[in-house]
């Protein structure tokens, strides 16, 4: 089951691929997880599979668990959070490496020249990627991350892909675009739980706005940055999977 393969992956962090994956596939079945509903429909008109985690990382585990068995390939998808000084608002992360507290997980040999490739073409910035369960939302603690891991970006569903991608012994890309830069500090509404089918619940940021009313100018600021990730992400989304599909 690939439960119990999950936990395996937990103690084994290369992606080993199966014989009938290492270096014979040119072109894959790919499967998206993000944690928005808006960058799965990103991830689905550019004519990838994806399925929304809602930023939850057990509801995450679980749909990645009942649809990853089909895949050949699992991608991270969506906006990040910068943990590198610089990265701005729009930025594209492309990466075969993700980090978390004490573990590094490497896609498989076979397809990271292709990534590394499409990171060229497409004006990528390639480098690790840090997989949390729950949001940085703090300029030091950012910072310290950084420091720590040297992930360019942090997100809640690449150590999930990653773990995956490990228990089924197949390939995985990370595919994220900055939204708040590292010096951004998340105001209390942005850090709002989303509902289920990984929209915004509404009324819980508003009800919080109206309790920190101070907090509305920041919340509009990383609202216009969100917005301008996803516009991002578009034409990448196209170019990955015509990198993975493409015979």
Known sequence: MLVARFDLAYSY???KEEPAARGLLLSYTVLCTTGLEAEAKIARRAGLSAVVGAGN???????????ATAAECLVSFGIAGALKPGLRAGDIILSTEVVDDDRRWLSSDSLRPRISELAQQIGAIEGPV???????ATKADKRRAWRETGALAVDLESVVVARAAAALGIPFVVLRAIADPAVREL????????????TPAIGHVLASVLTRPRQLPTLIAVAREARQALQALVG?????????TDA
């Open 187 to 198: 105001p209390p509404a942005a850090l709002v739980p989303l509902k289920d089918d990984g």
């Open 13 to 15: 962090g290369t992606v």
């Open 236 to 244: 990448p989304a196209q170019a990955l999977n015509q990198t993975l």
């Open 130 to 136: 840090l997989g949390a369960q729950a949001a940085i």
């Open 57 to 67: 990382h057990r509801r995450t585990i679980r749909v990645v668990e009942e649809a």
